[in-house]
């Protein structure tokens, strides 16, 4: 059973920067596609960033595109999403996410085998 926590969320003013981690246990998942997803209160999950397995391709929102970077460490078994110039409206609970079969911009909510907890973050303006 493949375990996925994520860390690192918090408070942090407008404009400030927070760095999320997930760490994966069960099973080593550098075969798997992983990535970020995001819930804002009263609203539905959205994709936020993947990465492929080697890493060497990443996917991005347009909301956060030049802001966010997804990476991750296969050595490890762990994704990271760094934060940058974190706007009110990055408000929500993020949640790691890992797939076997999905691509890029093709990964979305319904279709992720496993997921993390989620950790919340929140930006005062």
């Known amino acids: 059973q493949v375990q996925l926590v994520e860390s690192g969320g918090g408070l942090v003013q407008a404009g400030g920067s927070l760095r999320l981690s997930c760490a994966a246990s069960g099973r080593t998942l550098s075969s798997y596609v992983l990535g970020w997803f995001r819930q804002a209160p009263g609203k539905e999950r959205e994709f936020v960033a993947v990465v492929s397995w080697s890493g060497g391709s990443t996917y991005y929102a347009d909301s956060v595109k030049g802001r966010f970077t997804i990476s991750r460490d296969n050595a490890k078994n762990t994704v990271n999403l760094q934060m940058n110039s974190l706007k009110p409206e990055d408000t929500a609970v993020y949640y790691c996410?890992?797939?076997?079969?999905?691509?890029?911009?093709?990964?979305?909510?319904?279709?992720?085998?496993?997921w993390g907890k989620g950790t919340p973050v929140t930006v005062s303006s």
């Open positions: 996410a890992a797939d076997r079969k999905c691509s890029g911009y093709g990964c979305n909510r319904d279709g992720m085998d496993y």
